[in-house]
Antibody, heavy 125, light 109 residues
Framework: QVQLQESGPGLVKPSETLSLTCTVS????????WSWIRQPPEKGLEWIGY???????NYNPSLTSRVSISVGTSNNQFSLRLTSVTAADTAVYYC???????????????????WGQGALVTVSS | DIQMTQSPSSLSASVGDRVTITCRAS??????LNWYQHKPGKAPKLLIY???SLQGGVPSRFSGSGSGTDFTLSISSLQPEDFATYYC???????????FGQGTKLEIK
């Protein structure tokens, strides 16, 4: 049974860097995209970005200047770094696996078929 | 960005009821629409992908329909475990920029 588990500090000071790790157990990371998604308190879900093919990335344009997602050296982990955080970055952060099926004519249908339980990160001094 | 708007924001229903949740996209997204169920403190769960394809292991009382800008998630006979928040998400944008609806909270009446 494949599982994802987020880990990292629950409290980060303003202007510092938020770092989280997602550990994937029960399957290989090959052939999937690996995303970070967040949910600020009382707000909706926001896709942050993903890593695939061992290192290629795609990011939400609103965060691209501050975000970095990478695969860990152990090959069963991937990580999120978000620099220069403010209170607006306070959120539950989820890691998720991205899969897809061919549409036959356009880009594949992409969906998040497995999620972690989430990690609350609070930005406060 | 493609904006996703769900309605209603919250819904009260009873066990056994049929419920429908609507998701509207700000532009034509063909059938690039997914639905998720989220319970507090749990990992969100994929229910439907490509607007109408049921994810493996999801009960058949869940169904999705729609194309273009208007989509629905239906639950044919509510069970106690179905009370949760439901989100739609589009995957049409290229380069990728996945966006979610604001969620619909389904509560017990």
């Amino acid at each position: 049974q494949v599982q994802l588990q987020e880990s990292g500090p629950g409290l980060v000071k303003p202007s510092e860097t938020l770092s989280l790790t997602c550990t994937v157990s029960g399957d290989s990371m090959h052939s999937y995209h690996w995303s970070w998604i967040r949910q600020p308190p009382e707000k909706g879900l926001e896709w942050i970005g993903y890593v695939y093919n061992g290192g290629s990335t795609n990011y939400n344009p609103s965060l691209t200047s501050r975000v970095s997602i990478s695969v860990g050296t152990s090959n069963n982990q991937f990580s999120l770094r978000l620099t220069s955080v403010t209170a607006a970055d306070t959120a539950v952060y989820y890691c998720a696996r991205g899969s897809w099926v061919s549409s036959g004519w356009y880009v594949p249908h992409f969906y998040f078929d497995l999620w972690g339980q989430g990690a609350l990160v609070t930005v406060s001094s | 960005d493609i904006q996703m708007t769900q309605s209603p924001s919250s819904l009260s229903a009873s066990v056994g009821d049929r419920v429908t949740i609507t998701c509207r996209a700000s532009q034509n997204i063909r059938n690039y629409l997914n639905w998720y169920q989220h319970k507090p403190g749990k990992a969100p769960k994929l229910l439907i992908y490509a607007a109408s394809s049921l994810q493996g292991g999801v009960p058949s009382r869940f169904s999705g329909s729609g194309s273009g800008t208007d989509f629905t998630l239906s639950i044919s006979s509510l069970q106690p475990e179905d009370f949760a928040t439901y989100y739609c998400q589009q995957s049409y944008s290229t380069p990728p920029m996945y966006t979610f609806g604001q969620g619909t909270k389904l509560e017990i009446k």
